[in-house]
């Protein structure tokens, strides 16, 4: 925590996928913050950076595809070289929807996604683990920042299917739950971030090509950078989980009293 009582203030923040839709809306709303980026993504974040040099921060590119855990590992020292500590990792990186139920997806396209979704969420944690210990035992603002979906909470009805992203959106909670144990002796803090549909160009394009997206983003659409602010206010708090988005709140109660009646049902039928 920096005098001004902003832990952002001058922290590291390792976005991966920042060049483009919400990786670029909470690498500019960091850096707005007061924080110093590296972004993390195997093409130029020519646009992220400038943005947040303009903000009167830092920023750099480091070329990486994340399901490459060498790539991944070597990338800490670029990191360091530049800035000399790393506090915060952004798990944002996501690989393409593969729309439609499960039995009709395209098994390649799908295990890409799952590569990059969950096995390389799963490198990038790995790897950064020991920086962001060593920034915590220096008694800095140490944590990381997951990059769900209310995907990550149950399955919205008002969603077409789009069952593998579903599926991999659940990762994003189960490495969540796991690091909230794993990581706590170390003082590493972790959030969920849990936004609904988030109106970023890809998504905008998506809708307006699709009458069924574009029915279900109608009326529950944030802007990215509203979702950037809400993802670092939890941050700062270190919440658990980040929902941003009030049109997600029915369906993901629901399903977690669905779960909790389930397991009480167990225990009478024991």
């Known amino acids: 925590m920096t005098e001004t009582g902003n832990p952002l203030d001058g922290a590291v923040?390792?976005?991966?996928?920042?060049?483009?839709?919400?990786?670029?809306?909470?690498?500019?709303?960091?850096?707005?913050?007061?924080?110093?980026?590296?972004?993390?993504?195997?093409?130029?974040?020519?646009a992220t950076l400038q943005a947040v040099k303009e903000l009167g921060s830092e920023a750099?590119?480091?070329?990486?595809?994340?399901?490459?855990?060498?790539?991944?590992?070597?990338?800490?020292?670029?990191?360091?070289?530049?800035f000399g500590v790393i506090d915060i990792l952004v798990n944002n990186a996501a690989g393409s929807a593969s729309a439609g139920p499960l039995q009709t997806t395209?098994?390649?396209?799908?295990?890409?996604?799952?590569?990059?979704?969950v096995l390389g969420t799963y490198h990038c944690l790995r790897a950064y683990f020991e920086p962001l210990a060593q920034s915590a035992s220096q008694g800095r603002f140490a944590h990381v920042l997951n990059v769900g979906s209310e995907h990550s909470l149950g399955v919205p009805a008002y969603v077409p299917p789009m069952s593998t992203y579903t599926v991999s959106k659940y990762t994003s909670l189960a490495f969540t739950d796991v690091l909230r144990r794993d990581f706590a002796e170390a003082g590493v803090g972790v959030t969920l971030l849990a936004p609904?549909?988030?109106?970023?160009?890809?998504?905008?394009?998506?809708?307006?090509?699709?009458?069924?997206?574009?029915?279900?983003?109608?009326?529950?659409?944030?802007?990215?950078?509203?979702?950037?602010?809400?993802?670092?206010?939890?941050v700062i708090a270190r919440r658990y989980i980040a929902m941003t988005n009030p049109a997600s709140r029915p369906f993901a109660e629901a399903h977690a009293l669905e779960v909790l009646a389930s397991i009480r049902q167990g225990d009478a039928d024991a």
């Open 13 to 46: 923040v390792v976005v991966t996928g920042g060049g483009t839709g919400v990786g670029q809306a909470l690498a500019l709303e960091a850096g707005r913050r007061g924080a110093r980026i590296a972004v993390l993504a195997p093409d130029p974040a020519d």
């Open 60 to 82: 750099i590119w480091v070329d990486v595809d994340i399901t490459d855990y060498e790539a991944v590992s070597t990338s800490i020292p670029r990191v360091i070289d530049a």
């Open 106 to 117: 395209d098994p390649m396209t799908v295990r890409r996604q799952f590569e990059i979704n």
């Open 196 to 234: 609904g549909w988030v109106l970023t160009e890809l998504v905008r394009k998506f809708a307006a090509q699709v009458p069924a997206l574009a029915e279900s983003v109608q009326g529950r659409g944030q802007e990215p950078e509203l979702v950037a602010k809400l993802g670092w206010d939890a």
